[in-house]
């Protein structure tokens, strides 16, 4: 079995996170299923701390990542802008080229691993 190797970017906006892991898979989730219900369900966690997460990005950045539209006719839904998607495809660069810049010392540290214990 191969490790897992997960980089944790976090930018900080004063106290706040402005973006790390977490809310770039929201927004993920946001951009496939149109909704922040649906999203937090997919996610697994409460519509409340979706919205609070989307808030806290909407306050952070210059302008929103995300736009929420009423109920109405057409019910409503929620979109990444302009600055939400390229939010998301900048996040994942950083990952990529961090990945492949490291990818020789990373490979040295997976080497020095244990073997993981057997499942019950």
Request: proline fraction near 5%; aromatic fraction near 4%.
């Amino acid at each position: 079995m191969k490790p897992d190797v997960q980089f944790r970017l976090r930018i900080r906006n004063g106290a706040d996170i402005a973006v790390g892991p977490g809310k770039i898979e929201l927004l993920e989730a946001i951009s496939t299923t149109g909704s922040i219900t649906s999203a937090a369900k997919a996610l697994g966690m409460s519509y409340r701390r979706a919205w609070l997460l989307v808030d806290t990005m909407n306050r952070c950045f210059k302008t929103r990542v995300v736009q929420t539209e009423a109920g109405g006719n057409r019910g409503g839904g929620t979109r990444l802008t302009p600055l939400g998607t390229q939010l998301v495809r900048s996040y994942r660069r950083i990952e990529a080229r961090a990945a492949k810049a490291g990818a020789a010392e990373i490979a040295s540290l997976t080497r020095l691993l244990a073997p993981p214990p057997k499942a019950a």
